[in-house]
T-cell receptor, first 108, second 115 residues
Framework: RKEVEQDPGPFNVPEGATVAFNCTYSNSASQSFFWYRQDCRKEPKLLMSVYSSGNEDGRFTAQLNRASQYISLLIRDSKLSDSATYLCVVNMRDDMRFGAGTRLTVKP | DAGVIQSPRHEVTEMGQEVTLRCKPISGHDYLFWYRQTMMRGLELLIYFNNNVPIDDSGMPEDRFSAKMPNASFSTLKIQPSEPRDSAVYFC?????????????FGSGTQLSVL
């Protein structure tokens, strides 16, 4: 079993739609969690950290479920510019393990 | 700050040749990570350093791969001999003292093609 697993997608949604991604992790001792965004042929960049109580940043909401060992990312009112690959990241022992990413395409 | 700097941006080489990828982390960052990204396997952690010391190299695929960090401002990833299956984008990333809350800053990556 992979340490961090994501549905690769692709997710194709119309502008304005709400879309959700999930990510599961295998190590229950994992310490911290993040969502990164990667545009085509670019390096990954931090989108947001994921806190135990859940957190929101504008149209983006991240949640953590430690009991079930998954994190989620919700994007509301999706924009064309949200088209990218979304990577979940789990910090287990100061290492930073990435999921394979979920590709999102937002269409007009 | 210039960010994480990787060189070269692109490398095309023939099978059997030695390849050296270079990385300069952000000044003051204590952690340095090497990743490899392919369509099939996604972003794989190869090795990471803390204060110039390799902490976990379990992701290094085989003995052909080696990484060094002789000082806080420089790291190399070497493949010798290279093989076509090593073709990928190799990213270097750095972060501050506490990876629990510190984000990773990535370089622009090295696109490696082994013919």
């Amino acid at each position: 079993r992979k340490e961090v697993e994501q549905d690769p997608g692709p997710f194709n949604v119309p502008e304005g739609a709400t879309v959700a991604f999930n990510c599961t992790y295998s190590n229950s001792a994992s310490q911290s969690f993040f969502w990164y965004r990667q545009d085509c042929r670019k390096e990954p960049k931090l989108l947001m950290s994921v806190y135990s109580s859940g957190n929101e940043d504008g149209r983006f909401t991240a949640q953590l479920n430690r009991a079930s060992q998954y994190i989620s990312l919700l994007i509301r009112d999706s924009k064309l510019s949200d088209s990218a690959t979304y990577l979940c990241v789990v910090n287990m022992r100061d290492d930073m393990r990435f999921g394979a990413g979920t590709r999102l395409t937002v269409k007009p | 700050d210039a960010g994480v700097i990787q060189s070269p941006r692109h490398e095309v080489t023939e099978m059997g040749q030695e390849v050296t990828l270079r990385c300069k982390p952000i000044s003051g960052h204590d952690y340095l990570f090497w990743y490899r990204q392919t369509m099939m396997r996604g972003l794989e952690l190869l090795i990471y350093f803390n204060n110039n010391v390799p902490i976990d190299d379990s992701g290094m695929p085989e003995d052909r791969f080696s990484a060094k960090m002789p000082n806080a401002s420089f790291s190399t990833l070497k493949i010798q001999p290279s093989e076509p299956r090593d073709s990928a984008v190799y990213f270097c990333a750095s972060s501050g003292r506490d990876t629990t809350n510190e984000k990773l800053f990535f370089g622009s990556g090295t696109q490696l093609s082994v013919l």
